[in-house]
């Protein structure tokens, strides 16, 4: 039984997490956009370098669970790594939003290689969190809210994040997104401090166990997995096999409409407040977009529970999905019918929708995914739980990096990064002024850049008229009017970006549920008559 303390501190800890990784998941491509650091030649190398960093974090993962399985400390062999993970990944994470030179080239050398430390760090800390869960309990109710709850708390954490930080960043983004990085730094190591301490998987893994060296030899033995062992045990478990081929579709589906939600809005609506603008837009905008996504996955997880009760899984993954989809192709039709207000709050219905169906199939699928364990426990005779849950991550992962390319290849074959590229020298001649140069030295570095003097300088003129009105620094006003008036669509573009956000998740959702359908074979039935199989095969073993 899992008890209080366990449960919390394992749930709450998984918010600064979150936030961190939604905050580099979902946001560091709009950090590389909209800062001025790199031209466009800079931004694909850069890009092509995350694509490989996030292929090697999923190769990564399956040798950090060995390493895991291997571990012997008077801590256990999960918690130490929570800890090193955290401690590793919360400084890589803040040095990657605050270093920035004036060589563009440089800087894609830096936060290449800070990126590469980021991910590997990570994976410390996510294959050792994540191992908890399933060493805290095997009963399917207990494991079910378990999950439910560690996801809950995700959720909050990335909507945390996801949330504010498309509310405070437009128009400040460098200093913004600095400061947005230290405290979710702190928050993640705080929280997993909580989980270091608070959370202990078994009576003989705990922080204050003394005598973990005069364990079982043979229990030692049986533990540790070889990395010939590893690859014999995940391409051993069929099952294990088909939800990661599941989580592969799952992920990229749900990602692809965050991934192009920021630059859709702005180029739809506005980048900067309605206030300032004139226009129906700004970061706002996304931020309450965010609150949907964040309704509609909460509500779901809240009433799971009682789905999986009166539901079998196989039902709840047909109709999660097939919400979904019909949420998907209404949004899609929405985006190339509709303008303005009626179609922002239309979008926000039908995304609830989406959110809704994603987050009932996505906790689904996490039990699917972790009852696979007991399966290969019952094929093979052993538990490997560490090697199991890579599998999530490594999959992930891999989504990650193919997401990333197809985002940044649409982004620059539609004509969008030249425009974001545009504002991010534009931010970046904002900070200039901010930090005390002159505006014309500002006004003579966007144009050397190849900026038109000729609406700079209207912007500056419409800045310093309505600067009273609005209590702002005329000049700056005025550079940001001029920045807003660099959203124009390319032909095609805004469709493009409807399409990556809605066609591509539908055609990945209906191949999941045909996956499932066809090759997943444990049931409710069949998994309590695995484990009622291996309690008496540990019975028999200990007469």
């Known amino acids: 039984m899992v008890n ?71 801590f256990g062999k999960y918690r130490p790594w929570v800890l090193i993970g955290a401690v590793t990944n919360a400084i890589v994470l803040i040095l990657m939003f605050c270093i920035r030179t004036s060589n563009g080239w440089l800087n894609v050398a830096i936060i290449g290689l800070l990126y590469l430390l980021w991910g590997m760090t990570f994976t410390m800390n996510d ?53 947005v990085a230290i405290i979710c730094g702190v928050i993640f190591l705080g929280c997993q401090l909580m989980v ?37 045990i995940l391409f051993g478990n069929k099952q294990l096999l088909v939800m990661a081929v599941v989580v592969l579709l799952y992920t990229t589906a749900s990602s692809m409409l965050t991934a192009f939600g920021q630059n859709f809005f702005y180029f739809k609506f506005g980048y900067l407040s309605g206030e300032i603008s004139g226009k129906f837009g ?13 309704a509609g996955t909460l509500i779901s997880q809240a009433i799971y529970p009682s789905l999986a009760n009166k539901f079998k899984r196989d039902k709840l993954v047909l109709w999660s999905i097939l919400i979904s989809v019909i949420g998907y192709v209404i949004f899609f039709l929405l985006t190339t019918l509709l303008e303005g207000v009626v179609l922002f709050i239309l979008l926000c219905v039908f995304s609830l929708i989406i959110f809704a169906g994603q987050g009932v199939f996505y906790l689904t699928m996490l039990v699917m995914l972790t009852n696979t364990i007991e399966y290969g ?11 199991t849950f890579t599998v999530r991550p490594f999959m992930v992962k891999l989504s990650s990096a193919l ?29 200039m002024l901010k930090e005390g140069k002159g505006i014309t030295e500002c006004v003579n570095y966007l144009v050397d850049l ?26 700056i006003l005025g550079l940001q009017l001029y920045c807003e008036t660099l959203f124009i669509a390319p032909p095609g573009a805004l469709v493009g970006m409807a399409a990556m956000m809605s066609i591509v998740p539908i055609l990945c959702l209906i191949g999941s549920y045909f996956i499932i359908k066809k090759k997943y074979i444990i049931s409710e039935e069949k998994y309590e008559e695995i484990l009622k199989d291996l309690e008496e095969r540990k019975v028999q073993s200990q007469e």
């Open 4 to 74: 209080k303390r366990n449960k919390w501190c394992l749930s709450l800890g998984c918010i600064g997490r979150d936030m961190c990784y939604t905050l580099v998941s979902l946001f560091l491509l709009t950090y590389l956009q909209y800062t001025g650091l790199f031209n466009t030649q800079q931004f694909i190398v850069l890009s092509a370098i995350i694509v490989v960093c996030r292929i090697w974090d999923a190769i990564n993962d399956p040798m950090m669970g060995t390493i895991i399985t291997n571990t012997r400390t008077r």
């Open 127 to 179: 294959i050792s969190y994540w191992d908890l869960l399933p060493a805290l309990t095997s009963e399917k109710k207990e494991r079910d809210n378990l999950t439910t709850l560690v996801a809950v708390f995700a959720s909050v954490g990335a909507f945390a994040s996801g949330g504010i930080v498309p509310m405070v960043t437009p128009g400040n983004m460098i200093v913004a997104y600095r400061i």
């Open 196 to 232: 270091f301490f608070g959370v202990h998987d078994n009576k003989d893994d705990t922080f204050i166990e003394k005598d973990f060296k005069k364990k079982d030899e043979k229990e030692i033995k049986e533990d540790a997995v070889s990395l010939k062992g590893m690859v014999k």
């Open 282 to 294: 700004g970061g706002t905008l996304v931020t309450i977009f965010t609150v949907i996504y964040a």
């Open 377 to 387: 426990e019952w094929k093979t005779g052993k538990n490997h739980a560490a090697i």
């Open 403 to 431: 997401q990333y390319g197809v985002v940044v290849l649409t982004l620059i074959v539609c004509g969008v990064y030249t425009i974001t590229n545009q504002v991010g020298e534009v931010e970046a001649a904002l900070g």
């Open 450 to 475: 190849g900026h038109s003097a000729t609406a700079i300088n209207e912007g500056l003129i419409e800045g310093a008229l309505r600067a009273p009105e609005l209590k702002m620094d005329p000049e």
